[in-house]
């Protein structure tokens, strides 16, 4: 989630991960197939919608700003697909 300003200011406002978490027998997180003994599902479900809140200074003189949320989808290290992306204007002041 991003923020730009009208002074073109650009903010990292955050960001969410869901994943699957391999765990060794002693719980520590593991990536190779052969160490995982247990599977921690934090993945978001298909059609499955929730609501996050991200808080995050801008500069005190901003007036308005476009927030973009991106959503995106990693079957693999080196593939993202995006999935969503949604832009809205905020004012803000009188």
Not at 50 to 70: C, G, H, I, Q, W
């Amino acid at each position: 989630m991003t923020a730009k300003t009208d002074k073109g200011t650009v903010t990292a406002m955050g960001k969410k991960e869901y994943w699957e978490i391999g765990l060794d027998v002693e719980g520590k997180h593991r990536i190779g197939a052969w160490q995982i003994k247990e599977i921690v599902d934090l993945t978001l479900p298909p059609r499955r919608t929730t609501n996050e809140r991200f808080m995050s200074e801008l500069p005190p003189d901003t007036k308005s700003a476009d927030v973009e949320v991106l959503v995106t989808y990693h079957p693999s290290a080196k593939t993202a697909i995006e999935v969503g992306r949604i832009v809205k204007k905020v004012h803000f002041g009188q």
